[in-house]
């Protein structure tokens, strides 16, 4: 059984930072890609950031560029979500996914944890 665990969020002001880590635990876990997404109240799950296994391609929205960066362990276990410079409107539930076949969905999901930013 594959858990993703999701740890680093909280409260923070505007203009602070946070950096959120996810860990992947289960003998079967292997992924082609992990990636960071967040849901606002009453919007849709959006993607903030992800990258591949080997860590060479990564991808941001454009609301996050040159504010967050994310990165991987060398064991392909943990990735992590810095966050900089941050906005209230950053303020959502962050959940780190992992994709085990390249094309397809994400297949593997954290339970979410809170990042509040205020002003």
């Known amino acids: 059984q594959v858990q993703l665990v999701e740890s680093g969020g909280g409260l923070v002001q505007a203009g602070g930072s946070l950096k959120l880590s996810c860990t992947a635990s289960?003998?079967?876990?292997?992924?082609?890609?992990m990636g960071w997404f967040r849901q606002a109240p009453g919007k849709d799950r959006d993607v903030v950031a992800e990258?591949?296994?080997?860590?060479?391609?990564?991808y941001y929205a454009d609301s996050v560029k040159g504010r967050f960066t994310i990165s991987i362990n060398k064991l392909k276990t943990t990735w992590y979500l810095q966050m900089n410079s941050l906005k209230p409107e950053d303020t959502a539930v962050y959940y780190c996914?992992?994709?085990?076949?390249?094309?397809?969905?994400?297949?593997?999901w954290g339970q979410g944890t809170q990042v509040t930013v205020s002003s």
């Open positions: 996914a992992a994709k085990k076949v390249a094309g397809a969905g994400y297949t593997f």
């Open positions: 289960g003998r079967t876990f292997s992924s082609v890609a």
């Open positions: 990258i591949t296994n080997s860590g060479r391609q990564t």
